[in-house]
């Protein structure tokens, strides 16, 4: 005979399965998404969006969280601060279970502190700026803190390519001044002498007078710090002026796009610093190219998209964990658990940081691929306070 009893516990059996007793929606759970999809960095944005939904699409392939599929509420902050903190807000409004960042530093930064007020989890994929996780213990990053890519990026032009005569090209912006702040530090370390510095603004196209004193400085080097859409162009002016030495970037020019600016004969042997090795064997990480190709139509996967592709799984696969979409029980699973990703195994710090192999990657032939990999745990050690 079934009792009420008995149908009581099939009911919470089932409830439990839809995910209704974990505090997830029964039809959708919402994750924000902010990225810049117009503007100079539409391009970056772009693949950060892109490498979401693949994310997404993986994810409801496999169940959803607790049988609830997952749907990306996602914005475009144009790369400007103000309108971060405008949707960092509305996304408050909007009760969504927790927000991940595709975008640059400076609105990463500003909407950090609206999440963290609101206690709503919050995962910056390739922010660098150190100020987006001491904005509070709901902040977390799967990117390298700016200042350790430019350690990395001195330990990689002094002893793995042994130049020590460097000229530093910096955008004078968070990211610029975050990554040189690094290299400054290490270059000593590894009898890097550093000629001379140039500064340059995230709107510069023309760069002629600064490719005269580069060429007068005669460096045996030049490191690099700016993005495809100001970083290419400098290249290909520095090229065309006859200055064919050894050029060493960071992760704001890792994409096919600074290729295509710079042509592929010109940019052939510039190396960078980064997180995504396209030639990777590990399966997380040959799965999402594949995916990411085949999905839109051939383009590359960069280190934008599988940025953002890491980040988005951090938050879903810490709520299939947590069994709930309660914001302080995701925040604190996101701070206690290691989950694989397509940049490897990610665990956090107390400050929300992450410490993992820095990959370097070289043009050849018209694409990226690997060069090498730094994995200095004393070198690449992330601030915890």
Avoid: C
């Amino acid at each position: 005979m079934t009792t009420r009893r008995t149908w009581t516990a099939r009911l919470l059996a089932a409830g439990a399965a839809l995910g209704l007793l974990t505090g997830l929606a029964p039809a959708q759970v919402k994750i924000g998404f902010h990225a810049p999809l117009t503007g100079p960095a539409a391009a970056d944005g772009k693949s950060a969006l892109q490498g979401a939904q693949i994310a997404v699409k993986q994810a409801n392939a496999a169940g959803g969280i607790g049988g609830s599929p997952v749907e990306l509420v996602s914005y475009d902050d144009q790369t400007k601060a103000d309108q971060a903190v405008a949707l960092a807000n509305k996304m408050v409004g909007d009760k969504l279970v927790a927000v991940v960042s595709g975008s640059y530093s400076g609105p990463t930064r500003s909407a950090a502190t609206v999440f963290h007020q609101a206690g709503i989890p919050y995962v910056s994929a390739y922010a660098v700026h150190p100020d987006i996780t001491t904005s509070g213990n709901f902040a977390f990053r799967t990117a390298f803190v700016g200042e350790v890519q430019g350690r990395g990026g001195a330990k990689l032009t002094g002893e793995a390519l042994g130049k020590k005569r460097v000229v530093m090209l910096t955008v004078n912006n968070d990211f610029g001044q975050s990554v040189a702040a690094g290299f400054k530090e290490a270059a000593p370390k590894f009898g890097i002498t550093i000629v001379k510095e140039y500064n340059f603004g995230m709107g510069d196209r023309q760069f002629g007078p600064l490719v005269a004193s580069v060429r007068a400085d005669n460096p045996e080097a030049i490191y690099l710090v700016g993005y495809f859409f100001n970083g290419g162009p400098l290249v290909k002016q520095l090229r065309d002026a006859g200055i064919a030495v050894q050029i060493v970037g960071t992760e704001g020019i890792d994409g096919q796009t600074f290729i295509d600016i710079v042509g592929a004969a010109a940019a052939e042997g510039v190396v960078i610093t980064t997180a995504l090795d396209r030639d990777s064997t590990d399966p997380e990480t040959r799965g999402f190219i594949d995916d990411y190709e085949k999905s839109f139509g051939g383009s590359k996967a960069d280190m934008v998209a599988a940025s953002a592709h890491a980040a988005m799984k951090v938050v879903i696969e810490n709520m299939r964990k947590a069994g709930t979409a309660d914001p302080k029980a995701l925040r604190d699973a996101i701070a206690a658990n290691t989950v694989p990703t397509v940049l490897g195994p990610l665990a956090f710090n107390r400050l929300g940081e992450v410490r993992k192999p820095l990959q370097i990657q070289v043009v050849k032939g018209g694409a990226w691929h690997r060069h090498s990999v730094i994995d200095d745990p004393v070198l690449l050690a992330p601030p915890d306070r």
